[in-house]
């Protein structure tokens, strides 16, 4: 009874093993990422790229707006008062933030 409980056990975790999503930041270049304007502490224009399914926690202040390019998902932001707030995207979609914090970003 051991060795089938053992069997068991081995088969439900390889049966159930599932690959890791990841949302990474990317070259901007690449085509269809998710584009996010953001304002660095000097004042100077920024844009991070992120591409592939998955969730990224960021910290980017004073974020303009977000390009989906070719994918759907959504931004996490701080809103007013510092309450959170989420912005969704689709493709070719272009999502005003209003100066505020993101804080994650979701392709899906």
């Not at 270049?29 to 960021?58: F, M």
């Not at 008062?81 to 933030?97: C, I, K, S």
């Amino acid at each position: 009874m051991r060795i089938v409980t053992l069997v068991a056990a081995a088969v439900m975790t390889v049966g159930f093993a599932t690959p890791a999503l990841a949302t990474d930041q990317v070259d901007c270049s690449v085509a269809g990422s998710v584009k996010i304007h953001w304002t660095d502490n000097s004042g100077t224009p920024r844009t991070n790229c992120y591409s592939n399914v998955g969730q990224l926690e960021v910290s980017l202040p004073r974020t303009s707006s977000v390009e989906a390019g070719n994918n759907f998902g959504w931004v996490d932001r701080t809103g007013p008062g510092g309450a959170g707030e989420r912005l969704a995207f689709g493709p070719g979609q272009t999502v005003q933030v209003g100066g505020f914090t993101i804080v994650s970003v979701r392709i899906t």
